[in-house]
């Protein structure tokens, strides 16, 4: 049944002005930490789709990948095509179960984490994406309450991105966005390989 266009109308103004109102009470601004968790795909996708959006805005991007290691990605090669507003450090060495070291694994997020704290540190840096910190904080191979002393004492204009499964309570209380990502269906239980411009 279709709706009569001046009901209808009427309704969106009422909607606009309710809109236009909680946009004009929101004035503040500020550096966000932000969690993307979750069992489902695309965190680290949209942790890298505000480096974009980050560039295009002329900021300085910091990203440090603490599991994924050396083999290229997509995100990785364009995110490079910007050498003076990115850095990008691919400081893991691949999935957990693949290294089988736990010290190995220790010993890389902690040169993981020296180099995340020089990009928190630094007021030029706008936008810092820590990829997967969640995973090798929920393995401690870092100190929980170290991180979170750290993200909380960056300059305040900076934006801290935070990605990887099973986040700590912590770090979801620390944040101020917090997105899970729900799995309903994805192709690699059917036999689906991962695919270049999907998965890397």
């Known amino acids: 049944m279709t709706e009569d266009p001046a009901r209808y109308a009427e309704k969106m103004k009422a909607r606009k002005a309710h809109q236009d109102k909680i946009v004009a009470e929101r004035q503040s601004e500020k550096g966000l930490l932000i969690v993307h968790t979750g069992k489902g795909k695309g965190k680290s996708t949209a942790a890298f789709g505000m480096a974009m959006r980050a560039i295009a805005h002329g900021m300085k991007v910091g990203v440090v990948q603490f599991i994924k290691g050396p083999w290229e990605s997509g995100e990785r090669d364009l995110l490079r095509k910007f050498p003076s507003q990115v850095e990008v450090h691919a400081m893991g060495e691949g999935f957990t179960w693949e290294t089988q070291d736990r010290e190995r694994d220790v010993r890389a997020a902690q040169q993981a984490w020296e180099m995340s704290k020089r990009f928190i540190a630094d007021p030029d840096v706008r936008l810092v994406i820590l990829d997967e910190l ?60 991962a695919q270049a411009g999907i998965e890397f």
């Open 134 to 193: 969640n995973i090798v904080l929920r393995y401690d191979y870092l100190d929980l309450d170290e991180v979170l002393a750290a993200i909380a004492a960056r300059p305040a204009d900076t934006h801290v991105v935070v990605t990887g499964r099973n986040a700590k309570e912590p770090m979801i209380d620390a944040a101020d966005l917090v997105t899970e990502m729900t799995q309903v269906k994805h192709p690699f239980r059917d036999g689906v390989k």
